[in-house]
């Protein structure tokens, strides 16, 4: 990839002073999405941590335009702001929504899924931080089996729901994952969303050193670990076409991936795990490869 | 241009007329004509729009929230459990100020299932910031909804207007309209103006974030001013929209035969009709009572009904609607307006026509002479009846 990071903006269009945690994943993704799209952005959040970090009313931490909205209504307030852009002929304008995992997978998924259907011309990105973390900590459908939440005392007892799958069910133009620890693979696939016509997904996975318990200085590197174990696993599928992207495409063998373990015993939230635990997250881990290994060699898959 | 046309169909022409720009919608009966009809002028290129086809009522105002922010004029319609279902963002809608206009078919609420009549949902939604018509026939719902745009646009105003219909009583029922010419409504309600508080990439700005408690309270504060200032407006739209075409509908109040009325009849939507009529045949008997009609429910016509309602010596409120445990909700607005005339007329409260029951000219005429009786007898008046209800 020929993308720099000394090559984006110096101009900074998240301003820093805000009230995020130290180590927030949001507060970085989305200070890396403005710097790839630039100031001609319109971002649409519904209830979650950015709701609470941009700053409250009358100060502001964006200088792009926001529009808050409630919890299960980003993707249909987005599609409203699309469809105007283009009814007023803005087309050079992005509609981003930026929306946690809860208002992505579980309370806000009807209203995504009907803006998939329709295609609506939106790059909709879950900054995916594994569990309810504005309200304090409480499991999701995104939440990884085992973690302790608030509402998982101990250990939650279902597997992750994996909705990149199911937007590329949706067979729309583009669906990405991408990482807060690997920022030209984000930037790269958000530049890459902001050039296609039609419904965009990019689900970026988000480590939380308050939720996940571990020091705030380790958000990168626990992102990191988390792809050279395989437990996240980097890949687009760009008009149906399944590909992954480094450094997930050097680990289709098994052996080159890090024990998931690495990954779980670096997090506060694992703590409890017991050694049987750990081995089915490592099975889990490995059977989903498989799924992912089938993909590739399907290669278009819509 | 004198056609013939359902109340949904008249909602939708008004809308076509108003040069709507963004549609976000979905179906539910009685109210799915409009959309159906709607997406027949947009497709067809009459009404140059974007047609939004959401698949929720929650998705249908999230859509025109972001679409009304962005500096579009939206529209949309429903009725019943898709404006319960909506309920959150009919909220948003309010409280961000947006300038939308949403047709209600009123309908009762389920179970059990009933697709008929009934004023509770809408009345629901009272406290959500949004000013509320109510329609006694076809031709008011056409003109209401070209006036709701003026009216919710206006620069003293911006908030948001549901116009109510009756259910299948209006919404299914064609009856000859008078649709004003194209030009005359795009002299009366130009293109919306850009608001200061547009999405714009050049100007950005945070729509809704989050307020401490030291704010918060100006912003209700404000909307309530708002509301206030609607009520002046309201009247001058209805009155100029009467020089355009004609047709007045009184501004807030549609008053009949009250000048010498003595027994009041106050009451919304098209049961009016009947309602009138019935006052007709009494005033025939040597009788003199008026109907008041509430043609706006909120802003309330407190002042209006007030000064009203010191000429009456009873009052029957005909409430549509139930608020289970209190009783009729339009009966209560009455009474709080009333509290302060120094000589409160008897006030009955008549529970009527849930679920689309029918409520006949013969149910007002016994209603209002039982009135009369009550008064000219000294028989101790029921607080509240039940009008029609089996098994009392």
């Given at each position: 990839m020929s993308l720099k990071i000394k090559d984006l903006p110096t101009e900074e269009y998240w301003l820093p002073g805000n009230p995020s945690c130290h180590g927030c994943p949001a507060s970085l993704g989305l200070r890396l999405l403005t710097k790839a799209l630039g100031p001609k952005t319109i971002v649409v959040i519904p209830a979650c941590c950015s709701t609470i970090i941009q700053g409250a009313y009358p100060k502001t931490s964006a200088k792009f335009p926001i529009l808050n909205i409630a919890f299960a209504a980003s993707a249909a307030a987005a599609s409203g702001i699309a469809e105007t852009l283009e009814f007023k002929c803005k087309e050079d304008v992005n509609v981003v929504v930026w929306a946690g995992d809860g208002g992505t997978v579980d309370i806000g998924l009807q209203a995504l899924s009907g803006a998939a259907e329709r295609n609506e011309n939106i790059i909709y990105v879950c900054y995916d931080n594994e569990a309810y973390m504005n309200t304090g900590i409480q499991r999701s459908g995104s939440t990884p089996y085992g973690a302790w939440t608030t509402t998982t005392v101990?250990?939650?007892?279902e597997h992750k729901k994996n909705l990149p799958l199911i937007m590329a069910a949706h067979r729309i133009p583009y669906v990405a994952t991408a990482s807060v620890a690997y920022p030209i693979d984000f930037i790269a696939k958000l530049r890459k969303a902001s050039k296609i016509y039609g419904m965009k997904y990019i689900h970026l996975h988000s480590p939380c050193p308050t939720g996940?318990?571990?020091?705030?200085?380790?958000t990168v590197e626990i992102g990191r670990l988390a792809v050279l174990t395989g437990t996240w696993i980097l890949y687009e599928v760009e008009n149906g076409v399944f590909k992954l992207n480094p450094p997930s495409n050097t680990?289709?063998?098994?052996?080159r991936r890090k024990p998931v373990k690495n990954y779980i015993k670096m997090q506060g939230r694992f703590s409890h795990l017991t050694d049987e635990d750990i081995d089915e997250l490592q099975i889990y881990v490995d059977e989903q490869w498989e799924i992912y290994l089938k993909l590739l060699s399907v290669g278009k898959i819509y | 241009m004198r056609i013939v046309l359902t109340g949904n169909h008249a909602v939708a022409y008004a809308a076509l007329l108003s040069r709507v720009e963004v549609v976000a919608a979905y179906p539910i009966t009685p109210q799915t004509q409009i959309v159906e009809k709607l997406a027949e002028f947009i497709e067809g290129g009459r009404l140059k729009a974007r047609y939004i086809r959401v698949e929720s009522e929650h998705s249908a105002m999230a859509a025109i929230i972001g679409a009304s922010a962005a500096g579009a004029r939206t529209f949309t319609a429903t009725a019943s459990h898709g404006l319960t279902y909506m309920n959150e963002m009919v909220f948003w809608a309010g409280n961000a100020r947006l300038p939308i206009v949403m047709a209600i078919v009123c309908r009762a609420l389920a179970p059990p299932w009933n697709i008929w009549t009934e004023h509770t949902d809408i009345l629901a939604?009272?406290?959500?910031g949004w000013i509320q018509f109510f329609c006694e026939d076809n031709q008011e719902v056409l003109d209401t909804v070209i006036q709701a745009f003026r009216i919710a646009e206006d620069d003293r105003v911006l908030l948001p207007v549901m116009v109510g219909l009756d259910a299948f009583i209006l919404s299914h029922t064609a009856t000859p309209i008078d649709v004003p010419d194209q030009e005359d409504v795009d002299r009366f309600l130009p293109p919306r103006k850009p608001l200061?508080?547009?999405?714009?990439v050049n100007n950005p700005l945070t729509h809704s974030n989050m307020t401490y408690p030291d704010q918060t309270m100006e912003f209700r504060y404000r909307l309530q001013k708002a509301m206030e200032r609607a009520r002046r407006v309201i009247v001058e739209v209805d009155e100029e929209y009467g020089r355009l075409t004609?047709?007045?509908?009184?501004?807030l109040l549609d008053c009949y035969k009250?000048?010498?009325?003595d027994l009041g009849v106050i009451i919304m939507g098209s049961s009016a009709g009947d309602a009138k009529e019935a006052v007709d045949k009494l005033r025939d008997e040597g009788y003199k009572p008026g109907v008041v009609r509430?043609?706006?429910?909120?802003?309330?016509p407190k002042e209006e009904l007030k000064e009203i309602c010191g000429k009456f010596k009873a009052i029957a409120v005909i409430d549509r609607d139930l608020s289970p445990g209190l009783g009729g909700i339009l009966h209560a607005e009455t009474l709080a307006s009333i509290y302060d005339l120094r000589s409160r007329p008897v006030v009955q409260n008549c529970i009527a026509?849930?679920?689309?029951?029918d409520i006949r000219v013969e149910d007002f005429k016994l209603i209002i002479k039982e009135l009369y009786r009550g008064i000219e007898e000294n028989i101790e008046i029921p607080p509240i009846r039940w009008i029609g209800v089996k098994g009392e």
């Open positions: 101990t250990g939650k007892k996940w318990r571990f020091p705030s200085s380790k680990l289709i063998d098994k052996n | 939604q009272r406290d959500t200061p508080f547009i999405l714009d004609g047709r007045r509908y009184g501004g009250c000048e010498d009325a509430i043609r706006v429910f909120r802003p309330f026509g849930l679920g689309g029951r």
